[in-house]
């Protein structure tokens, strides 16, 4: 050891042991470097935490690699127990969750999200673990910060705010939850806030009711490699009038959802009602309070029939064009059901919660129009036999499509519809069995009906007033009111109809109308032009194909504008 009271020698052994610590710091960042390039992360975290500080550059970037290891090693956990709760390993995924660190905030909450949401779920089944498990659960989601991720602690909000208000001491806090996640969306809390007015011994079996039309709705929308391109028919007029053209400074017009009034199906909104009347459920479908804008698409994009039927010049069939539009005119695959709409910002208007926080919510860049919705399939419904299916592309599409590779893509495509077709069975037409009683939407409908019912005896002790009967009613509507307008009368079944919904109050500034015209409808802000694929012609359209060329083809190699060739005979 050099000493002090030597100036010269200890200059020279402290420069000597700079320069061997830097020389440490760069194995140790190369050797950490090497462990990365051959997939041992872990080995190569402990020699970048080596690294010392008094070698600033070299310590730089050993503390870089190890946030970004951090973070690789935290989705890894994340997706690995992803992976367990799939394959019913519950343990395991537990544990692979709880191996995600804090400094990795964005990942750490959607662990924190996914343990709650187990501890949960055990604690329902075991009735001697419920309280431990559940008070794991609550610890979980209050771990989760809205900095870490907004919409993963929307989701851990909405949990808290179903746990405590099974609680009848928690209540006050449940309403904290729902209004903390209100800041993010507006169905989930309300409905939230419409089943805390319940009485407390329906609120689980509301909940329940509420995750399972979540299912379906989940299971109703698009398969992205499939189903990416979707047509909507339409006038030439109006087409040429959405691209707009910007040579003779022409401006695009938005794309309208039109109300549900205005449809050539007289029994849109009313099919499910018609359903549950069937099976003895009355009273659970809205029909007048609520103004609903629509638009259809189809999987059929160059379709013989709906070229007679929609997007007719002055009444003539096959006149209209089939606009096919790309995915991404849509919104991502979604679960915050953005196409309902808060009726107000008022707090007059409310649901007991504080409305100073609605200005946080994330908005359209114009109030006026309404943002990117997502595209749902439709239920095909037979309200008198319950006879139903999934709306879904042809055989013969895949064909026009893929050619060679058809056969091949259909039978992957067809293996797909049957898995969403046993989670719409399961979650919402599900019948009790001889010996154990299921979660469906008709399932849990049923009940609650039959304790509807009872309450009519006023000798029975377990009754609810009449205004809690309406309390009951009111959030049963609310629940069901995304699936409303999903279920479409079986005759209708040919257009394999898709589409984006819109519901809102009659007094949103975002809707137009023109009593004159009989018109009424809201303005979709994604423009239209740059997210068509193709279009396609109607015979009676084939004359403005090289004006459709001009705002379409761009490459050389482009065809974007077809001419259908379906045989249609026209009637004059």
């Not at 040429?240 to 029994?267: E, W, Y």
């Not at 307008?485 to 005759?491: D, E, G, R, S």
């Amino acid at each position: 050891k050099v000493r002090e009271d030597n100036p010269e020698t200890y200059a020279k052994a402290q420069l000597n042991l700079g320069a061997a610590y830097y020389a440490q710091g760069k194995a140790q960042l190369n050797l950490g470097n090497t462990y990365k390039a051959q997939g041992k992360l872990d080995d190569a975290i402990i020699a970048w935490k080596k690294v010392r500080e008094d070698n600033p550059e070299t310590y730089a970037k050993a503390q870089l690699n190890l946030g970004a290891a951090y973070y690789a090693q935290g989705k890894a956990q994340l997706n690995l127990g992803n992976t367990y709760k799939a394959q019913g390993k519950l343990d395991d995924a537990i544990i692979a969750w709880k191996k995600v660190r804090e400094d990795n905030p964005e990942t750490y909450a959607k662990a924190q999200l996914n343990l709650g949401v187990i501890y949960k779920d055990l604690a329902y089944k075991d009735k001697d673990e419920d309280q431990r498990k559940l008070d794991e659960a609550i610890a979980a989601w209050s771990n989760i910060h809205r900095d870490d991720s907004p919409e993963t602690y929307a989701k851990a909000q909405l949990n808290l705010g179903e746990v405590y208000s099974l609680d009848k001491e928690k209540e006050e806090q449940s309403y904290e939850a729902y209004n903390n996640a209100q800041e993010f969306s507006y169905y989930k809390p309300e409905r939230g806030f419409k089943i805390l007015k319940c009485p407390q011994k329906i609120r689980k079996d509301l909940h329940t009711l509420a995750e399972s039309t979540d299912e379906v709705l989940e299971s109703l929308q698009i398969i992205p490699g499939f189903e990416s391109q979707v047509a909507h028919y339409s006038r030439a007029s109006t087409a040429f009038t959405l691209f707009g053209n910007k040579r003779n400074n022409q401006q695009s017009s938005h794309f309208r959802l039109s109300t549900i009034r205005g449809v050539n199906d007289p029994t849109e909104g009313l099919v499910l009602g018609k359903y549950w009347a069937q099976q003895g459920i009355s009273e659970t479908i809205y029909t007048n309070n609520t103004a609903t804008f629509i638009s259809c698409f189809t999987f059929n994009h160059d379709s013989l029939n709906q070229f007679r039927l929609y997007g007719k010049e002055d009444g003539q069939e096959a006149t209209g064009v089939s606009l096919v539009f790309k995915k991404e005119f849509f919104r991502d695959q979604s679960d915050t059901l953005e196409f309902i709409a808060a009726p107000s910002i008022d707090p007059s208007s409310n649901s007991g919660q504080d409305s100073s926080k609605e200005k946080e919510k994330p908005q359209s860049n114009n109030k006026e129009l309404i943002g990117k919705s997502t595209l749902y399939r439709c239920i095909y419904l037979d309200p008198e036999t319950g006879y139903w299916t999934l709306a879904q592309r042809d055989k013969s599409t895949f064909y026009r499509q893929y050619k060679g590779e058809a056969k091949e893509k259909w039978e992957k495509y067809y293996e797909s519809i049957p898995k969403k077709e046993e989670i719409v069975e399961k979650y919402l037409f599900a019948e009790d069995g001889e010996d154990n009683k299921n979660n469906s939407v008709l399932s849990i409908l049923k009940s609650i009906s039959k304790e509807l019912e009872e309450s009519n005896a006023p000798e029975e002790s377990h009754t609810y007033s009449i205004e809690e009967k309406q309390k009951i009613l009111e959030a049963i509507r609310f629940i069901l009111l995304p699936l409303q307008y999903l279920v479409k009368h079986i005759a209708f079944q040919e257009e394999q109809e898709c589409r984006i919904m819109y519901i809102t109050q009659f007094r949103d500034e975002k809707i137009h109308s023109d009593r004159e015209k009989q018109w009424m409808y809201v303005e979709y802000e994604e423009p239209v032009l740059p997210h068509i694929d193709k279009i396609w012609l109607s015979p009676g359209a084939a004359k403005d194909q090289d004006f459709f060329r001009i705002l379409l083809d761009k490459g050389e190699n482009d065809n974007k504008v077809r001419i259908s060739q379906n045989p249609f005979r026209n009637k004059e």
